[in-house]
């Protein structure tokens, strides 16, 4: 038992429980249309909260500063106390169980709430990749696939606990997740590099459980959408996925068990060796020092500044210091591509109960959507771990390239949202989510190859800076203000003023048809400026990224077998 709690497969187990309830921030589609009708927002309104809940998920330089002088048990504290209090006022507002707040205080809450999500993920990435460091491309897909799991998840938990009412899911989000990082809070820790040699074969059975979850997750969300569910089917939907959630908790008591029986083998004693003694020479006499001794004085070395260290970067894949890191041009060419991609694709997503509102889709079919993207989210992470990681193994293919192709494909989905046909908007949430999620991981991933480890948990969370400005940009200012201005056109033409209307809809597919035709070109751009990353780091993906980490994992086994001796 206790081998099986201290040891890094347990850890794994909590880490993947942990970011399988992280991921509120992606049920906005949810429960936004219940904060727009109760509190009277607008489009633009209900964009600007959806812009402030992605500044909150994507502001994470307070947590990996926090984590560079604290240990990682404080880490999942505080973001399960931001958890907690963030998504328990928006809760308090929706019922009118406080005064109705003003728009910049649901704008703080959401942010709060929201920013939570960084602590979990720099808790919990940070040690797993330092953990597991040769497989950080599948480790990482692998958590990151469970963040997105997390909205198919926890749509299914709170059917099953409060029914169909969207309010009670912000009350489910603000204690359910903070519940979890403290039931595991001493489990998520630093460890000894070491290798197993059936690693990558527990790691594909991880991969075979997350996507037993989200298959069966699609099916049951087609279902709910084909036929109206009771509650008791509600309960044994959501109590079938927790227990596919429970697998990996089988899977680290057998390698724990193994692990504990090779610790118990004795040890062969080594094999005799026969030495054999030479004769001693005689000492010779100690050479005298020379009668006129030359000294010598060491000058001192000139220290250089600030600036001059900045600019005087390492090798790529070597430890970056933070202000280098952020410095280089590398890291500029990322902010692009995040710019582009994640800010982009999260309008999408924020935007989604509302596109399928605008094409005349019930609200059945849209929370349908909303799955789909949580899904086909994961699916996109998993998939850049596991196929990025397969592909520079054995073809040294650069991630930074399987990022432009992601970015390309993104494209196409908005352009599919611009110009709908019948089903297109399916195709258009599977496209969108699956190119999130994959961005997400690969953007992690490159951070952690091009500079180092050592600075981890601070460079991660500055390389997403840019996704929150995008959404700003794409939400608020470009998709917003023309959704706003095509449903005043609408109401002009049936002779009404705003002040008519509680809530303004705009409907039909021109409500989104430019906005999205902007996005396209946004994407596309950002896929020719991700070309330069790739132009840049191609020589350093050809060579052996990982050879410095298999030294240490090597070093490490030494040491363990002398010690058990």
Partial sequence: MVQMIRGRWFMMFASFVIMAGAGATYLFGTYSKAIKQTLGYTQTTLNLLGFFKDLGSNIGVFSGLIAEVTPTWFVLLAGAATNFVGYFMIWLAVTAKIPKPKVWQMCLYIC??????????????????????????????????????????????????????????????????????????????????????NEIRVFYHFLYVALSIAFFSMVVTILQKQFKFTHAEYVASAATISCLLLIPLFIAIREEHYLWIQ???????????????????????????????IQIKETPKPKSSCCANICMTPDRGEDYGILQALFSIDMLLILIATFCGLGTNL??????????????????????????????????????????EILLEKLSFPRPLMIAAVLFLSSIGHLLIAFPRPGTLYVASVIVGFC???????????????????????????GQLASPLGSYVFNVMVSGRLYDKEALKQLAQKGMTRDSVKELTCIGQQCYQLPFIILAAVALFGAISTLILVMRTRKFYKGDIYKRFREEAKAAEMEMTLASR
């Fill in 112 to 197: 709060i709430g929201a920013n939570s999500q960084n602590f979990a993920n720099t808790g919990v990435l940070v040690t797993c990749l330092k953990n597991f460091p040769e497989s950080r491309g599948i480790m990482l897909g692998l958590l990151k696939g469970f963040t997105g799991l997390s909205g198919a998840f926890m749509t299914q938990v709170y059917l099953a606990v409060y029914g169909n009412d969207s309010k009670s899911l912000l009350l489910l989000i603000g204690w359910f997740p903070a519940a979890i990082s403290i039931f595991f809070v001493a489990t998520i820790r630093p460890m000894k590099i070491v290798r197993g040699y």
């Fill in 263 to 293: 610790k118990k083998q004795p040890v062969k004693p080594p094999t005799a060796i026969a030495i054999e003694k030479l004769p001693l020479e005689e000492p010779k006499a100690p050479a005298l020092p020379p009668s006129n001794p």
């Fill in 347 to 388: 309008t999408a997503v924020d935007n989604m109960g509302q596109i399928g509102e605008s094409l005349g889709y019930p609200t059945l079919t849209i929370s349908t959507f909303v799955s789909l993207i949580s899904i086909w989210n994961f699916c996109g992470r998993v998939f850049a771990g596991f196929v990025s």
């Fill in 436 to 462: 999130y999620g994959a961005q997400l991981t690969l953007l992690y991933t490159v951070i952690s190859e091009l500079f180092g480890l050592k600075h981890y948990a601070t460079l991660f969370n500055c």
